[in-house]
């Protein structure tokens, strides 16, 4: 049974860094392409990052991109997104979310989120 | 990027009653990549279904999907308590994937 599990929110100041984890089970992250995805409180879904499963290729939305990596480690099965350089905008809650076999950019099973402020 | 509009935002009915769900393009979807999800208040989303109209694993048959070029529709033929729950579509042909504004649907 796939679970994703993510930690790492918090409030943080604009300018600042913050890193999240998504800790997967039930699955291995380096056979399964994985997405980040973002919802602004009481607003609609954006899609954030996607790292394939060999993670050699990674891409972003424009909004985030220069500021946003995302990268896993196998030997923890986890997901990572490092958020630098961080702003108002980027407050939300972020899902870890694996792709669905039938398209890169199809998100299959969520994690719970984590709720990040930006915020001085 | 492809403009995903949803209408109406708001649908007020009653357990029982058929709901219909509609989400229009800004442009052509490619090879069939558009999918619904639903999500309840503090849960992550759900995909419900996937290339226009295939039911994701467990979705139970009452919801159905249709539609080709740039519109599409979500029905639930009738509604449980349980799916009383805000409705998003989203495209996932190219990047950047992109969602609706999505649909409250909310007991009358």
């Known amino acids: 049974q796939v679970q994703l599990v993510e930690s790492g929110g918090g409030v943080v100041q604009p300018g600042g860094s913050l890193r999240l984890s998504c800790a997967a089970s039930g699955f291995t992250v380096s056979t399964c392409g994985m997405h980040w995805v973002r919802q602004a409180l009481g607003k609609g879904l954006e899609w954030v990052a996607f790292?394939?499963?060999?993670?050699?290729?990674?891409y972003y939305a424009d909004s985030v991109k220069g500021r946003f990596t995302i990268s896993r480690d196998n030997s923890k099965n986890t997901l990572y997104l490092q958020m630098n350089s961080l702003r108002d905008e980027d407050t939300a809650v972020y899902y870890c979310a694996t792709r669905h076999r039938s398209g890169w950019y199809l998100f299959d099973s969520w994690g719970q989120g984590t709720l990040v402020t930006v915020s001085s | 990027e492809i403009v995903l509009t949803q209408s109406p935002a708001t649908l007020s009915l009653s357990p029982g009653e058929r709901a219909t769900l509609s989400c229009g393009a800004s442009q052509s979807v490619s090879s069939s990549y558009l999918a619904w999800y639903q999500q309840k208040p503090g849960l992550a989303p759900r995909l419900l279904i996937y290339n226009i109209s295939n039911r994701a694993t467990g979705i139970p048959d009452r919801f159905s999907g249709s539609g080709s070029g740039t519109d599409f529709t979500l029905t639930i033929s009738r509604l449980e308590p349980e799916d009383f729950a805000v409705y998003y579509c989203?495209?996932?042909?190219?990047?950047?994937?992109?969602f609706g504004g999505g649909t409250k649907v909310e007991i009358k």
């Open positions: 790292i394939r499963y060999d993670g050699n290729n990674k």
């Open positions: 989203q495209h996932y042909g190219t990047s950047p994937p992109t």
